[in-house]
Structures are given as C-alpha cells and as structure tokens.
C-alpha cells in the first residue's frame, strides 16, 4: 500500500491514526482484527547503500542497510500482528525502482549480494 500526496498533506498522520485504530480493534481478542507493529526509515536522508546495503570496496565484506536489516526482523517475528515497513519521505526514482519486487506479487526483497529475502503475508 502507498499513501503520496503533497508535504504537509497529513500522510503520517493518517497512518498513524490507522495504526492506533487497528490496535485498539486487536486489543478486543477480535480475529478479524490484528495489531500493527511500524518500522518507519526516510530513504532520502541516506544512502542507497545506507538503506539496502553494500558491499566494502576493500574487503568486499557485505553489511546490510537499514531496510534489510529490518526486513530480517519483520521475518524473524513470528507474531500474529501486521508489521507496516513505512517509507516516511519524498518518492525518489532510485530506491523505489528496487521495491518493485515487494511491491508486486513476488514479494521479494532483492538486494545487490544477490539474497532474496521473501516477505510474510503479515507484511
């Protein structure tokens, strides 16, 4: 899912409003309802490296970005709760076009190591 508009246009905002409704609704032991668990990253205040993650230039050692550091942790979880990884910033052409394989139905996180990370369905 994807909320854009314009700065100042109350995107967070309506997020936020949603997350705290969904969990109110899942605190009532209600199977049609879950809790949401957040892991919110502004990709433009890093770098594309910062958020996928790179390789060293020297010792060709991979370290993972903040996105896939999250993503293994959205995995690991095992809670029956929904889990929202929240791009919260501008729409930029270079990280959104290596989305474009979480978005659609694959549901893959393809990173430049080669490693496919697929994403649960409470994602």
């Excluded at 990253?41 to 770098?47: G, L, Q």
Aim: aromatic share 8%; proline share 3%; glycine share 8%.
């Amino acid at each position: 899912c994807m909320i854009v508009g314009g700065a100042g246009g109350g995107k967070t905002t309506c997020y936020n409003v949603l997350k705290a409704a969904l969990n109110k609704l899942g605190s009532r032991d209600d199977p049609r309802f879950r809790k949401v668990k957040t892991w919110i990253m502004n990709p433009k205040s890093i770098t594309y490296g910062q958020l996928y993650g790179q390789f060293d230039v020297v010792t060709r050692e991979w370290t993972d970005g903040i996105l896939a550091t999250n993503v293994r942790h959205v995995v690991a979880d095992d809670t029956q709760q929904k889990k929202w990884l929240i791009f919260d910033g501008p729409v930029d052409a270079i990280w959104i076009e290596s989305m474009n394989s979480v978005l659609d139905d694959n549901r893959l996180l393809c990173l430049d190591n080669g490693e496919r990370i697929s994403l649960p369905h409470s994602v």
